[in-house]
Structure formats: structure tokens, C-alpha cells
């Protein structure tokens, strides 16, 4: 009698529990897939052109679910003396050698955090490991006793510079205490954005203290990361020991960006063009010579830096612009015509008046809920319109 073959050593499948949740939820998928059309055509013969378009729909995606269904039930990892042999769901085993790596990261992957096996080549993609395998932790420890951590190596490169950097104490001991110093200031530069954003959206009050506030904050972490001497970075990546104020910087432009949308009418925007201009040149000159771009070069941050000067810009123009004219309104008078709210993510209060300003007949304005409540259909309204101490028309509707 020929016995059964001796189960292999070190061979991991996916977890139990995920065989049987896959399995739970993609079973009914399927036949709701496949027993569906095939219902319907025959109580619904009339329309049988319909429904056998959609049963090879379904038989199309019922094809995927079957083969994510083998997929969870064959795939394996089996970690041998010099390598993986990773089966998949279709096609032959593929098999990874140590020796052609240089080590791992790990991270969120697909579906659940994961290794990624870097290649000693480096045009060649990760090969990543999804830890949904039974005793992933083993796995993951097995991994780890074979391979270099690529991430721990990184932290402990950055730290060793720190370490290493006269400027920032005369000892280790002086070094770390800036370091954690710095991750203090980061988190209070960051929280300080979060507040100023929710006390400028729910109470804006007082609104011209609040709005200068979101205004400076961005400028003042512009000058912490120039005399931090590296130890706060725009990005902290994973592998980064340095705190990152990404938020501090960005944030505040939002928020202004907002705020103007909210509060501002621009009548004439031909006369926004060239201040806003001049301040995005300008407080992106300022970001670009004070960020460490030279020892970072990262895509992400000059995006970062690209969208703090625009928002920024954006709404501080039109919070200067509005905000401080204190001049005499040019008054007009018009009807409400029609009006309507808008449900949406935000609900919103149109009025629809005529005349309008500057010989256009008609025109349709986002106001406030207690104007639109003061005028119905029918009724007077009196429009305001300012010169803007920039040079930008607005108006008011009252």
C-alpha cells in the first residue's frame, strides 16, 4: 500500500478564517451571478435579449469570482534553506531566492499590511507578500532572521546622522533631547492647524484675529524648518526619524481657501490676477529657498510647496482684499426673480435677481441662509459693491 506523501515543512496557506469569509461572501456573488439571468429569462421570455446580455455579464464576472475562490484556496508560500516558492491561483509555482535580494520593507499592501522583497536589481518590482497566511507572524520572524529590515536599516542610518551633527548639541545626549524637542514642536505646529481650521469653519470668531492667525502659522513653520537645522522636514516618510509639519504649512491655505469661497463675492476678477500672482511667486520663492530640497528631492514636496503657495495666496488675497475695505458701498436695487437651495455635501441659498450689475439682465447668487430667508420671490434686495483695497471689486447682497 503506497502511503500519502509526508506534508511539507514551512509551507504556509491563507488563514482559515479568511478561506471561509472569502468563501461566505463570494459564493452567494456568484450565484446571484449566474442563477439570476437564468431566472429571469425564463419568468421574463419577452425580454430575453436583455437578460441573456446580462447572464454573460454574469458569467464574465463569475469567472473572476471562481478564480479568486481558487486563488484563496491554492495559494502558498513555502519558505525553503535559500528562497520562497510562492504558488499562486493560475499558473506554475514561482520561486524567490535570498540571494537575489536585498532585503524587505514592510507596509500596507492590498488588503492588509505586508512584506515587500527588494531586489538587489533595482529595476525589478518588489515581490510582496500579503501576511494573510496562517502563522504570518512566523513567517514574517522567519523573514526577518533571513533578510536585512531595509526600513530599520534606514531609521538607523537617519538617527546616526542626527547623532552625528555638531549643530544640533555638543553630545549624543544634547542631539537626541533636540530631536525630541522637535517632534514636540511638530505636533504642536500640526494640532495648531487643526484647531485654527475648525474654529475658522464652525465659529469665525473674531473672524479677523482667526484669519490672521491661519495666515501667519504657515510662515512661522517656514522659519522653524530653517533654523531647526534639518531636524523637521516638510514629509516624514516611515523610515524618517525626523517629525514632519507637511500639515502646518498646507493646512492653513485650505482653510483660508475656503473661508474666501464662503464669505467673499468677487465681482471682477480680472483685478485678482496680479496680486495673486505675486504673492504665490513670492511665498513659493520663500518655501523653495527655505525648504531642504537639496537633501530631499522628492516630487511630493515641491507638489507639497506648489499647493501652499496657490491655496494660500488664494485665500489671503481675498481675505486682505475684502476684509479691510472699509469704504463707502456703491448701492443697487433689484428683484428676487426665483429662488432655490441646493442639498448637496454642503447645502447651499440661491437667489436669482434682476437686473444686475454692469447691464447683465439676470444673475443667479450663492447667499446666506438668513438672506435668503429675508427675500422671498417678489422682494427688494440691495446689492454693495466695493472697489476691494486691492483692487478687486466684491459685493454684498443684503
Same mark, same amino acid.
Given at each position: 500500500?503506497?502511503?500519502?506523501?509526508?506534508?511539507?515543512?514551512?509551507?504556509?496557506?491563507? &488563514?482559515?478564517?479568511?478561506?471561509?469569509?472569502?468563501?461566505?461572501?463570494?459564493?452567494?456573488? !456568484?450565484? *446571484?451571478?449566474?442563477?439570476?439571468?437564468?431566472? %429571469?429569462?425564463?419568468? /421574463?421570455?419577452?425580454?430575453?435579449?436583455?437578460?441573456?446580455?446580462?447572464?454573460?455579464?454574469?458569467?464574465?464576472?463569475?469567472? !473572476?469570482?471562481?478564480?479568486?475562490?481558487?486563488?484563496?484556496?491554492?495559494?502558498?508560500?513555502?519558505?525553503?534553506?535559500?528562497?520562497?516558492?510562492?504558488?499562486?491561483?493560475?499558473?506554475?509555482?514561482?520561486?524567490?531566492?535570498?540571494?537575489?535580494?536585498?532585503?524587505?520593507?514592510?507596509?500596507?499592501?492590498?488588503?492588509?499590511?505586508?512584506?515587500?522583497?527588494?531586489?538587489?536589481?533595482?529595476?525589478?518590482?518588489?515581490?510582496?507578500?500579503?501576511?494573510?497566511?496562517?502563522?504570518?507572524?512566523?513567517?514574517?520572524?522567519?523573514?526577518?532572521?533571513?533578510?536585512?529590515?531595509?526600513?530599520?536599516?534606514?531609521?538607523?542610518?537617519?538617527?546616526?546622522?542626527?547623532?552625528?551633527?555638531?549643530?544640533?548639541?555638543?553630545?549624543?545626549?544634547?542631539? +537626541?533631547?533636540?530631536?525630541?524637542?522637535?517632534?514636540?514642536?511638530?505636533? #504642536?505646529?500640526?494640532?495648531?492647524?487643526?484647531?485654527?481650521?475648525?474654529?475658522?469653519?464652525?465659529?469665525?470668531?473674531? #473672524?479677523?484675529? =482667526?484669519?490672521?492667525? @491661519?495666515?501667519?502659522?504657515?510662515?512661522? @513653520?517656514?522659519?522653524?524648518?530653517?533654523?531647526?537645522?534639518? !531636524?523637521?522636514?516638510?514629509?516624514?516618510?516611515?523610515?524618517?526619524?525626523?517629525?514632519?509639519?507637511?500639515?502646518?504649512?498646507?493646512?492653513?491655505?485650505?482653510?483660508?481657501? %475656503?473661508?474666501?469661497?464662503?464669505?467673499?463675492?468677487?465681482?471682477?476678477?480680472?483685478?485678482?490676477? $496680479?496680486?495673486? &500672482?505675486?504673492?504665490?511667486?513670492?511665498? *513659493?520663492?520663500?518655501?523653495?529657498?527655505?525648504?531642504?530640497?537639496?537633501?530631499?528631492?522628492?516630487? /511630493?514636496?515641491?507638489?507639497?510647496?506648489?499647493?501652499?503657495?496657490?491655496?494660500?495666496?488664494?485665500?489671503? =488675497?481675498?481675505?486682505?482684499?475684502?476684509?479691510?475695505?472699509?469704504?463707502?458701498?456703491?448701492?443697487?436695487?433689484?428683484?428676487?426673480? /426665483?429662488?432655490?437651495?441646493?442639498?448637496?455635501?454642503?447645502?447651499?441659498?440661491?437667489?436669482?435677481?434682476?437686473?444686475?450689475?454692469?447691464?447683465?439682465?439676470?444673475?443667479?447668487?450663492?447667499?446666506?441662509?438668513?438672506?435668503?430667508?429675508?427675500?422671498?420671490?417678489?422682494?427688494?434686495? !440691495? $446689492?454693495?459693491?466695493?472697489?476691494?483695497?486691492?483692487?478687486? +471689486?466684491?459685493? *454684498?447682497?443684503?
Amino acid at each position: 500500500m503506497q502511503l500519502p506523501p509526508a506534508p511539507r515543512k514551512n509551507v504556509y496557506r491563507i &488563514s482559515k478564517v479568511v478561506r471561509v469569509l472569502t468563501t461566505c461572501v463570494l459564493v452567494p456573488v !456568484l450565484a *446571484f451571478f449566474l442563477i439570476g439571468p437564468v431566472w %429571469m429569462l425564463v419568468d /421574463s421570455p419577452s425580454e430575453a435579449g436583455f437578460w441573456w446580455i446580462i447572464l454573460l455579464s454574469g458569467i464574465g464576472l463569475g469567472g !473572476l469570482v471562481v478564480f479568486q475562490l481558487r486563488a484563496t484556496y491554492r495559494a502558498s508560500l513555502e519558505l525553503r534553506p535559500d528562497g520562497l516558492l510562492c504558488t499562486k491561483g493560475w499558473g506554475p509555482p514561482r520561486e524567490v531566492r535570498f540571494a537575489e535580494l536585498a532585503g524587505f520593507r514592510s507596509g500596507p499592501s492590498r488588503n492588509n499590511q505586508g512584506l515587500f522583497l527588494v531586489y538587489r536589481d533595482k529595476t525589478r518590482k518588489p515581490f510582496r507578500i500579503d501576511l494573510v497566511y496562517e502563522q504570518s507572524h512566523q513567517l514574517a520572524r522567519l523573514l526577518r532572521e533571513k533578510l536585512p529590515d531595509l526600513d530599520q536599516d534606514s531609521i538607523d542610518t537617519a538617527m546616526k546622522e542626527i547623532l552625528n551633527d555638531t549643530r544640533l548639541g555638543a553630545t549624543a545626549a544634547l542631539r +537626541r533631547d533636540a530631536l525630541r524637542r522637535a517632534r514636540k514642536l511638530a505636533r #504642536y505646529l500640526n494640532g495648531a492647524a487643526i484647531v485654527l481650521l475648525i474654529w475658522a469653519i464652525a465659529i469665525p470668531e473674531p #473672524y479677523d484675529l =482667526v484669519l490672521i492667525l @491661519t495666515a501667519l502659522l504657515p510662515l512661522v @513653520t517656514l522659519v522653524l524648518l530653517r533654523v531647526s537645522h534639518g !531636524l523637521l522636514t516638510l514629509e516624514s516618510k516611515k523610515t524618517d526619524v525626523r517629525p514632519g509639519v507637511a500639515y502646518a504649512l498646507i493646512g492653513p491655505g485650505t482653510t483660508l481657501a %475656503m473661508r474666501a469661497l464662503i464669505d467673499w463675492h468677487i465681482l471682477d476678477w480680472a483685478g485678482f490676477w $496680479i496680486p495673486f &500672482s505675486l504673492l504665490a511667486g513670492a511665498l *513659493f520663492s520663500l518655501a523653495w529657498f527655505i525648504l531642504p530640497f537639496p537633501e530631499t528631492g522628492r516630487l /511630493s514636496q515641491h507638489i507639497a510647496v506648489v499647493f501652499f503657495s496657490l491655496l494660500h495666496s488664494f485665500g489671503l =488675497v481675498l481675505f486682505l482684499n475684502c476684509a479691510f475695505d472699509h469704504t463707502s458701498p456703491d448701492l443697487h436695487h433689484s428683484t428676487v426673480q /426665483s429662488r432655490h437651495i441646493s442639498h448637496g455635501k454642503h447645502t447651499s441659498y440661491y437667489l436669482t435677481m434682476r437686473p444686475w450689475l454692469d447691464g447683465v439682465p439676470v444673475k443667479q447668487v450663492d447667499v446666506g441662509s438668513s438672506v435668503y430667508n429675508r427675500h422671498p420671490e417678489g422682494s427688494d434686495v !440691495l $446689492i454693495g459693491v466695493r472697489p476691494g483695497t486691492l483692487a478687486i +471689486r466684491w459685493f *454684498f447682497v443684503r
